[in-house]
Structures are given as structure tokens and as C-alpha cells.
């Protein structure tokens, strides 16, 4: 089933961080959990102050209703190697996912790396290997550590 959204800057939605940062606890626990050290509604504001990196983009159903997100961080996992920026943050909750929303948001941030006059960005990923793949990105051969094993680092020439 395709649903209709619209990508659009987290600047323009903040009241949507509360639900994101939910996501974020879910998601990404050993950080942004009780125990974490992380705190996801201090990074998703910083992310939603304007358009300089780190700046983040929303997938929203057309009633408003938040579908995904992704951030493009100066850092991330990969930067041992002097990457950068990343792709980040980028999570889509089971419930929406393989409508499109994950393919737009990746399109979102491409797109925000190329109007920051970016030529190449990077991104880690375990769950979304081939949603990265179909957009073009290719394997750098290299992985990054993680709390969740190694991470193939994936590279996206704009």
C-alpha cells in the first residue's frame, strides 16, 4: 500500500520531537534509554534549530502524523576513518515502513547534502542495508564498530 506523505524539515515540525524522541528510546536503547547516556530530545532539537548540519527531515502522512526520520550529522559511526557527513538517525517505525517514506527521507538528506554544496556523505547501517543499496549508495568495504557488531559504512557521491 502507498501512503502519501511529505518530507520536510524537523525545523518546521518540532512538535513532532516528543514522538521521535519515543522512537529513538525504542530503537536505540543502549543510548538514548534510561540507562544511556544519550538524551534524544536535547539532539533532536539541536537538529531542529534551522539549516546548518546537524539538521534533521520528517516523513509526514498528509493529517501530520510522523512516518520516519533522518539526520545529516557532521559525525557518525565511520568518522575513525575521517568520513563525513553521515546519513543518521535514520529510522522508519514498523508500522509505515515499505510505503516509500524510508526511500524519501534518504532522497531528503541527498538532497539537504547537496544544497550545503556536499559532494559525498556516508552512512552506517544493519537494518536498512538493502533500502541503501536501491538508493544508490555503495559499499565502502569498510565497517565501523558498534554496540550491535560492525556496520558496513555505505558512500553516496551526490
Partial sequence: MTQKFDTVSLSKCKSAIPVIAQWFCYQW???????????A?????EWADG?????AR????SDGE?????????EGLGEEYGL???????YVPPVHRRRGAGLALVRAIEEAARDHG??????TTDGA???IEKAGWENTGLTSPSERGLLTIYRRSL
Avoid at 51 to 55: I, K, N, Q, S
Avoid at 58 to 61: G, I, K, N, V, W
Avoid at 84 to 89: D, Q, R, T, V
Wanted: charged content about 15%; glycine content about 12%; proline content about 10%.
Fill in 118 to 123: 556536499l559532494g559525498v556523505i556516508y552512512c
Fill in 41 to 45: 530530545i536535547a539532539d533532536l532539537e
Fill in 58 to 61: 520528517l516523513a509526514l502522512s
Fill in 84 to 90: 563525513g557527513p553521515f546519513l543518521s538517525a535514520f
Fill in 29 to 39: 536503547s543502549d543510548w538514548y534509554g534510561p540507562e544511556g547516556p544519550g538524551n
Fill in 129 to 131: 542495508r538493502s533500502l
Fill in 51 to 55: 539549516d546548518a548540519l546537524p539538521l
Fill in 66 to 74: 510522523p512516518l520516519g526520520i533522518a539526520a545529516l550529522k557532521n
